[in-house]
T-cell receptor, first 116, second 118 residues
Framework: GAVVSQHPSRVICKSGTSVKIECRSL??????MFWYRQFPKQSLMLMAT?????????EQGVEKDKFLINHASLTLSTLTVTSAHPEDSSFYIC????????????FGNGTRLTVT | AQKVTQAQTEISVVEKEDVTLDCVYE???????LFWYKQPPSGELVFLIR??????QNEISGRYSWNFQKSTSSFNFTITASQVVDSAVYFC???????????????FGTGTQLKVEL
């Protein structure tokens, strides 16, 4: 079964509204979570890395005020797309790993965001 | 900086043919992980393999096999006797191993769309 649950799987929202995406680790403590974005027919691009209890580290070109990441517990990270616009429409996918060096990386099933 | 190149954008084969997906990577790290993921139309990423750069042994898992050549920085993936269900986008990826366990952010290639037809 899935070890990382991502919710919602699909969301449609109106331009200007905010959308929150949740990423939960189900049976392990996720000390680090990663958020990726994938535009249609393109690769996955890392947006940010979050460690539990710390501020997220954003990749170059990703607006931290627009994509708010919270990793307040060892089992939950959230990505909030604020004031969404049609160009934010994309597939967002999270991944999580535990603290051990050899911990495997687990991906959520992704969230398809459509901004109208 | 890390980089992963999948030069094949799209491959079409007929069922039962063998097919090899190429992956070439660049990294300054002396130790790293290499991955292959399958992404079917539904979008989720299906983990196929993780290979440590220390281990250059080739691996076989059922119809899947991987050829890791550190000398040429390649990590190619072969599907033997392809099936329609193999149709998907396949991504090769690279990550640092990480000293404290906080690593493992992945650099993905651009993916190869595999279409297996009857």
């Amino acid at each position: 079964g899935a070890v990382v649950s991502q919710h919602p799987s699909r969301v449609i929202c109106k331009s200007g509204t905010s959308v929150k995406i949740e990423c939960r680790s189900l049976d392990f403590q996720a000390t680090t979570m990663f958020w990726y974005r994938q535009f249609p027919k393109q690769s996955l691009m890392l947006m940010a890395t979050s460690n539990e209890g710390s501020k997220a580290t954003y990749e170059q070109g990703v607006e931290k005020d627009k994509f708010l990441i919270n990793h307040a517990s060892l089992t939950l990270s959230t990505l909030t797309v604020t004031s969404a616009h049609p160009e934010d429409s994309s597939f967002y996918i999270c991944s999580a790993k535990g603290a051990a060096r050899e911990s495997p990386l687990h991906f959520g099933n992704g969230t398809r965001l459509t901004v109208t | 900086a890390q980089k992963v190149t999948q030069a094949q954008t799209e491959i079409s084969v007929v069922e039962k043919e063998d097919v090899t997906l190429d992956c070439v990577y660049e990294t300054r790290d002396t130790t790293y992980y290499l991955f292959w993921y399958k992404q079917p139309p539904s979008g989720e990423l299906v983990f196929l393999i993780r290979r440590n750069s220390f281990d250059e042994q080739n691996e076989i898992s059922g119809r899947y096999s991987w050829n890791f050549q550190k000398s040429t920085s390649s990590f190619n993936f072969t599907i033997t006797a392809s099936q329609v269900v193999d149709s998907a986008v396949y991504f090769c990826a690279l990550s640092e191993i990480g000293v404290t366990g906080g690593g493992n952010k992945l650099t993905f290639g651009t993916g190869t769309q595999l279409k297996v037809e009857l």
